[in-house]
Nanobody, 121 residues
Framework: HVQLVESGGGSVRAGGSLTLYCAAS?????MGWFRQAPGNRREGVAR????????YYADSAKGRFTISRDNANDALYLQMNSLKPEDTAMYYC??????????????????WGQGTQVTVS
């Protein structure tokens, strides 16, 4: 039984920082963070190949967000800096049984956490 449990969300002012944490019962080849704001589609934010450490970012996240992982503890992180109101969303941790690709839409991910809310004002 695969479990992904997110934490670290909260309310922050624009320009602030948050670090999201995902505790996974096990890692898969590609782990990622997605977000979904009310009325919007779920979108990819960042993903990481857990073997090589290669990372991929959405344009909106480049230069502000950093994804990282701790393979020994099956922990996934998303460091978010310079937060903007448009970053407000529910953030989800997700796992893909297959390697990360350049284009990895959400439907390719097999397992999802319940989400953690990030609100930027």
């Amino acid at each position: 039984h695969v479990q992904l449990v997110e934490s670290g969300g909260g309310s922050v002012r624009a320009g602030g920082s948050l670090t999201l944490y995902c505790a996974a019962s096990r890692f898969f080849p590609c782990m990622g963070w997605f977000r979904q704001a009310p009325g919007n589609r779920r979108e990819g934010v960042a993903r990481i190949a857990t073997g090589s450490g290669n990372t991929y970012y959405a344009d909106s996240a480049k230069g502000r967000f950093t994804i990282s992982r701790d393979n020994a503890n099956d922990a996934l992180y998303l460091q978010m800096n310079s937060l903007k109101p448009e970053d407000t969303a529910m953030y989800y941790c997700a796992a893909n049984r297959y390697p990360c690709m350049v284009d990895d839409p959400s439907h390719k991910y097999n397992y999802w956490g319940q989400g953690t809310q990030v609100t930027v004002s």
